[in-house]
Nanobody, 124 residues
Framework: QVHLVESGGGLVQAGGSLRLSCAASERTFSSYAMGWFRQAPGKEREFVAAIRWSGGVTYYADSVKGRFTIARDNAKNTAYQQMNSLKPEDTTVYYC?????????????????WGQGTQVTVSS
């Protein structure tokens, strides 16, 4: 069982930045692809960004491309999401997820472990 713990959420003004962190309990973290998703109340969880196990390949949703950057530090068992130029429509709960595969994927069913989520609120 892999435990994922997100941190770094909070309240920020439009145009501001936040960095989310996702700490994993497993030393095999380096074997997992990681993803960030978000979910607003009453809506389906949507893909935001993903990174391959090695960190060499990343993929982003069109809505965040150029503003968000996913990264990982396998030595620290931690994934990150740097969020710049935040917009009010980015307000929601963000979840990190681990996929016990090396390759990235953008669909939620392909991820095996999920964190508890962290709230991001962007004021206008």
């Amino acid at each position: 069982q892999v435990h994922l713990v997100e941190s770094g959420g909070g309240l920020v003004q439009a145009g501001g930045s936040l960095r989310l962190s996702c700490a994993a309990s497993e030393r095999t973290f380096s074997s997992y692809a990681m993803g960030w998703f978000r979910q607003a109340p009453g809506k389906e969880r949507e893909f935001v960004a993903a990174i391959r196990w090695s960190g060499g390949v990343t993929y982003y949703a069109d809505s965040v491309k150029g503003r968000f950057t996913i990264a990982r530090d396998n030595a620290k068992n931690t994934a990150y999401q740097q969020m710049n130029s935040l917009k009010p429509e980015d307000t929601t709960v963000y979840y990190c997820a681990a996929r016990t595969r090396l390759a990235i994927n953008i669909t939620t069913p392909t991820y095996d472990y999920w964190g508890q989520g962290t709230q991001v609120t962007v004021s206008s």
